[in-house]
């Protein structure tokens, strides 16, 4: 909260008699103290402008400027991603409300245990601030940018902007007055409900159920209205250019893709990104260009949202789509749970279509029209549906088919749709002994089975790259090219494999940062994060929650960026034979764009 510390509005004067004529009464003691701090707080808030003659727009509190300056000033520590000029402003801002609001409160904690009242800040102690502001700003200013130089190095990231870098300070400045003046508006909100309250009730209760039923409108207009009314307004916003079909791509003339000839599911209800999934990728002849070896056409099978009413609908269609197309007479099939919007990332399939010499089918579905980083936030319930209802419908043609001519059963996610992914799954043995091998990338912090093998390491193995168990089923690594730990101990059978860059926020993203600090910013940091990476509280939290919606802005192996990672992921966890390192380096350069 960013007001100030609540106050009982006295209609007494501190030092007159009391209304009812004697001077005795705890309650009216309590009065006259209450009546005291109003007064001294209304002084304090108002120091930095005495003698001017002119009532102040934007009343401040000296301890409460202390706070705004310190958590301002530590905005500007490295987080995982480099920030532009406009989002380290935001960053800034939303740290100095949050500061302003731990320096009212801290003053009204210590004012409590020293028994006194709030005293009027003199002219010198705003001097004081003034000085400090400017040069502890300043330097952490500097800092700041020397950091962000350090990590655009770390990453191979080039795009600076100075006129951004300038205007964050007033962005800064900016944001901090609207969270304060919205901080103000919800005190006077607070007064005007314990006022009417307490025509029916005591004045300290009616202090207290005022700020409740301030903070539950606050948050039911928040979490409700303005969150409910901001995804109703981008579903429909997304949907309409769910309509669209990326430039390039045509409705293919294959009876092997979903919304070709013969398809059960048609081209204009697969969605934009269902369009773009079955529409592209790579041809026979390109997979046999690059093994040297007769290739098959891979099958893709899709339903989007228009395809069928409710997830499970939508997974019967896309797997009687994926029977009809041959797609469990394949060597290799794929289950491939989407993001938001149902983006599936190119690298990820045409990784496992490559080193399957295109004897591969891959089935995926559709589950909101969001795009990811939003999904990522309000559509876990519908990724956990769909994730499930697909893969148990997959699985339960799968499993009616003989046991030597079932295609080995493979499972896939990146971001959101590793989540969706893992719920079809109990644990480490029903993954063991329901697929072949499974590779999630970018995995949400909150993913069930993520945390479970990461909160259970091994003792000693760091949370960005655990050691679960072993190694026996269970891996991480960010870089798969350069190995996967423990490369000293057995990985027989059923190879399960977690994508993950210490950079990316998408991974390391929770609601307890804000208040606990965690493992993997307490231990030795990962190679493209920095050092100076420290938690603290309010600020880490925010500094990652604005990382999110840019985490895949930075070059591919950072961030949210996983593609060359997909190749040498894929060859673990496949182990497809015939492959050298020169080849697999030629693929990395086939499934990652020119520009990554």
């Known amino acids: 909260m960013t007001s100030d510390p609540p106050v009982s509005a006295s209609s007494s004067p501190p030092d007159g008699p009391p209304p009812n004529g004697s001077g005795d009464g705890t309650g009216d003691g309590s009065r006259r103290a209450t009546g005291r701090a109003a007064q001294a707080e209304a002084a304090e808030q108002a120091g930095g402008a005495r ?48 500061g302003y609001g731990l320096g009212l409160i801290a003053a009204f904690v210590w004012r409590a245990f020293a028994d006194r009242d709030a005293r009027r800040p003199s002219r010198r102690s705003w001097l004081v601030l003034l000085v400090c502001a400017v040069v502890l700003f300043g330097l952490a200013f500097g800092l700041g940018q020397y ?8 990453m191979g990231v080039t795009d600076y902007s100075a006129l951004a870098t300038v205007a964050s300070p007033f962005v800064a400045l900016l944001v901090f007055y609207l969270l304060l003046m919205a901080g103000r508006g919800l005190r006077h909100l607070y007064h005007g409900a314990a006022r009417l309250l307490r025509r029916w009730i005591g004045p300290r209760a009616a202090r207290v159920v005022g700020w409740l039923l301030v903070a539950g409108v606050a948050w039911s207009v928040v ?48 969605g934009r990104q269902g369009r773009a999934f079955t529409g592209s990728g790579p041809t026979a002849g390109e997979i046999g260009g690059f093994t040297h070896r007769a290739a098959q056409e891979p099958v893709r099978a899709y339903a989007g949202l228009s395809t069928a009413e409710d997830a499970e609908a939508r997974a019967e269609r896309a797997v009687a789509d994926l029977r009809r197309a041959g797609g469990f007479e394949r060597e290799n099939l794929l289950v491939t749970t989407t993001t938001g919007s149902g983006w599936v990332d190119p690298a990820a399939v045409d990784s496992f279509e490559y080193l399957g010499n295109g004897d591969t089918a891959t089935v995926a579905m559709q589950y909101s029209y969001l795009p990811s980083w939003l999904s990522y936030l309000v559509d876990q319930s519908k990724a956990r549906k769909a994730g499930r209802e697909l893969f148990d419908a997959v699985y339960d043609v799968w499993s009616k088919l003989p046991q030597g001519e079932r295609p080995r059963l493979f ?10 992914g893992e719920t079809a799954f109990s644990g480490e043995y029903d993954l063991r002994n329901r697929t072949a091998g499974t590779l999630f990338a970018g995995p949400p912090n909150f993913n ?58 998408i991974v390391w993203w929770s609601p ?13 940091p ?15 939290f925010w500094q990652v929650t604005a990382d999110l919606p840019f985490s895949t802005g930075v070059p591919d192996g950072h961030g ?18 015939g492959f050298t390192a020169q080849d697999l380096e030629r693929l990395r350069d086939i499934v990652r764009p020119p520009q990554d």
């Not at 950091?147 to 770390?154: D, S, T, Y």
């Not at 269970?474 to 993950?500: N, S």
């Open 223 to 270: 979490s409700g209205v303005l969150l409910g009314g901001f995804v109703n307004a981008a579903n429909e916003a997304f949907s309409v250019r769910d309509t669209e079909t990326p430039e390039g791509v045509q409705q293919p003339a294959s009876a092997l893709r979903s919304g070709g000839p013969g398809s059960l599911v048609p081209w204009d209800t697969l």
């Open 147 to 154: 950091w962000q130089h350090r990590i655009r190095g770390l």
């Open 448 to 505: 069930t089975l993520f945390r479970e093998f990461s909160d259970h390491r091994e003792a000693g193995s760091p949370e960005i790259e655990p050691v679960y168990k072993e190694g026996r089923t269970v891996r991480f690594t960010h870089d798969p090219a350069a190995g996967i730990a423990p490369a000293d101990r057995a990985w027989e059978g059923t190879r399960v494999l977690y994508l993950m860059h210490p950079s990316d926020p």
């Open 51 to 98: 003698g001017s003659g002119k009532r102040p727009r934007v009343r401040v509190t000296l301890p409460g400027c202390w706070g705004a300056l310190a958590l301002a000033c530590l905005s500007f520590t490295p987080s995982l991603l480099p920030r532009g000029g406009v989002l380290q402003g935001l960053i800034c801002g939303i740290s100095a409300a949050i």
């Open 411 to 420: 499972v896939a996610g990146e971001s959101l749709g590793s989540f969706g």
């Open 512 to 524: 307890s940062l804000a208040l606990s600090e965690p493992d993997w910013i307490g231990e030795a």
């Open 560 to 577: 949210h960026t996983y593609k060359a990672a997909y190749v040498d992921g894929w060859n673990a966890v496949m182990r497809p034979e």
């Open 526 to 540: 990962g190679g493209d994060v920095l050092e100076e990476m420290v938690w603290m509280p309010f600020v880490t």
